[in-house]
């Protein structure tokens, strides 16, 4: 079964204290991944696309990297205004359907 | 702001009712997903509409239903409410409609059950 799998499941950073996320996949033929920023209580926002592996995309703080079986969430001197949950997710046939498979997502925390 | 409005922003109900959910998609897009999220879990795929016919069914209950309408909004029409079925409930739109594009999420509906 197509499965996505994010760590850490929760994340305490420093103000500036650059880290990782990590988004592993297993999925048959993957058509693309997909980040979200999540802020509590809200709906995700769409961050990144990636397609093929190799592939990097950045916005601000951000750098999304692509890999054949996982996926990086690159947060470079992050700020207070980071801490949400991101979330990666992957289109996966599922059921005889196509679906978007969500990872259940990091919790950062960014200390002043 | 995605440009998907959805409503109620929250609604408490006793269990036993029914209640509906709606969501007007993105400007341009044809495909409306729902899914639900419960607290601290993450987001489970309900359904998802193209046009205004079905595309894909996911973890939906049979109590739940939905439809999407000629102008693209969509309603998720929730009964037998039990307990359980407390959750953020998401709708997100997108142009693709095959699943296989981004797809941009509306503020949610929080459903609460006594």
């Known amino acids: 079964e197509d499965q996505v799998t994010q760590s850490p499941e929760a994340l305490r950073l420093q103000e500036g204290e650059s880290s990782s996320l990590n988004c592993s996949y297993t999925?048959?033929?993957?058509?693309?991944l997909f980040w979200y920023r999540q802020d509590p209580g809200k709906g995700p926002e769409f961050l990144f696309t990636l397609y093929s592996a190799g592939e990097e995309k950045e916005k601000e703080r951000l750098k999304a990297t692509l890999t054949k079986k996982e996926s990086f969430l690159h947060i470079t001197a992050p700020k207070p205004e980071d801490s949400a949950t991101y979330i990666c997710?992957?289109?996966?046939?599922?059921?005889?359907?196509?679906?978007?498979?969500f990872g259940t997502g990091t919790k950062l925390q960014v200390i002043p | 702001d995605s440009g998907v409005t959805q409503t109620p922003k929250h609604l408490i109900t006793a269990t036993g009712q029914r209640v509906t959910l709606r969501c007007s998609p993105r400007?341009?897009?044809?495909?409306v997903y729902w899914y639900q999220q419960s607290l601290d879990q993450g987001l489970q795929f309900l359904i998802q509409?193209?046009?205004?016919?079905?595309?894909a069914k996911g973890n939906i209950l049979e109590r739940f239903s939905a439809q999407q309408f000629p102008d693209l909004h969509s309603e998720l029409n929730l009964s037998s409410l039990e307990l359980g079925d407390s959750a953020l409930y998401f709708c997100?739109?997108?142009?693709?409609?095959?699943?296989?594009?981004?797809?941009?999420f509306g503020p949610g509906t929080r459903l609460t059950v006594t």
């Open positions: 997710a992957v289109p996966a046939r599922t059921g005889g359907y196509q679906k978007v498979t």
């Open positions: 997100a739109s997108s142009v693709d409609g095959r699943a296989l594009g981004e797809q941009y």
């Open positions: 400007s341009g897009d044809l495909s």
């Open positions: 999925v048959s033929g993957l058509r693309g």
């Open positions: 509409y193209y046009n205004g016919e079905e595309r």
